[in-house]
Antibody
Framework: EMQLVESGGGLIQPGGSLRLSCAAS????????MHWVRQASGKDLEWVSA???????YYSGSVRGRFTISREDDKASLYLQMNNVRPEDTAVYYC?????????????????WGPGTLVTVSS | DIQMTQSPSSASASVGDRVTVTCRAS??????LAWYQQKPGRAPRLLIF???TLGGGVPSRFSGSGSGTEFTLTIRSLQPEDSATYYC?????????FGQGTRLEIK
């Protein structure tokens, strides 16, 4: 069964750093754009970042300059390095697979999601 | 950024009813729109992509329509398991953006 599993979440102080990981299985990871989407408790979904199959990277304005997305295709893994975190970064972070269409780049909807990992930023 | 606005924010309907959720984009997005279903404590599930194409394994009572700036998600013959929050998402341009969600309660 195809799946994504996130890890690395936890409690972190404002200004600190955290690295999230997402392990993919049972599909050809390198063929897909990959994304991070977050959701604060009781709030809406917020797209965070994307990385295309060619390594092109995109960020939301709220995390640009603080977060870095990366991927290792030989390990079927996606990462999100979170630096200088803020209380408003507190959320469940989902790893999501881009469905892909005829357009180049990761302008995607998401056809496979992980269960999410909770990041709490608090002193 | 493209703003996505859903209405209503919440709805209540009975088993067997037909429910319609509307999503409006702040600028034209052609048919680059997806709909998701999310149940409490779970990740979202893709229901509809490209405004009207049913996702894999999604029951045929779900349908989507629209183009440009106005879109609808329709659920025919509502079932108890359809109780969830529904989100629209545009994939026209970065940043990818979601609507604020429509919470659907089954009476």
């Amino acid at each position: 069964e195809m799946q994504l599993v996130e890890s690395g979440g936890g409690l972190i102080q404002p200004g600190g750093s955290l690295r999230l990981s997402c392990a993919a299985s049972e599909f050809t990871f390198s063929w897909h754009d990959m994304h991070w989407v977050r959701q604060a408790s009781g709030k809406d979904l917020e797209w965070v970042s994307a990385i295309g199959t060619m390594g092109d990277k995109y960020y939301s304005g709220s995390v640009r300059g603080r977060f870095t997305i990366s991927r290792e295709d030989d390990k079927a893994s996606l990462y999100l390095q979170m630096n200088n975190v803020r209380p408003e970064d507190t959320a469940v972070y989902y790893c999501a697979r881009g469905r892909g269409d005829i357009r180049p780049g990761p302008l995607d909807d998401f056809d496979l999601w992980g269960p999410g990992t909770l990041v709490t930023v608090s002193s | 950024d493209i703003q996505m606005t859903q209405s209503p924010s919440s709805a209540s309907a009975s088993v067997g009813d037909r429910v319609t959720v509307t999503c409006r984009a702040s600028q034209g997005i052609s048919n680059w729109l997806a709909w998701y279903q999310q149940k409490p404590g779970r990740a979202p599930r893709l229901l509809i992509f490209d405004a009207s194409t049913l996702g894999g394994g999604v029951p045929s009572r779900f349908s989507g329509s629209g183009s440009g700036t106005e879109f609808t998600l329709t659920i025919r013959s509502l079932q108890p398991e359809d109780s969830a929050t529904y989100y629209c998402q545009q994939t026209k341009s970065f940043p990818l953006t979601f609507g604020q969600g429509t919470r659907l309660e089954i009476k």
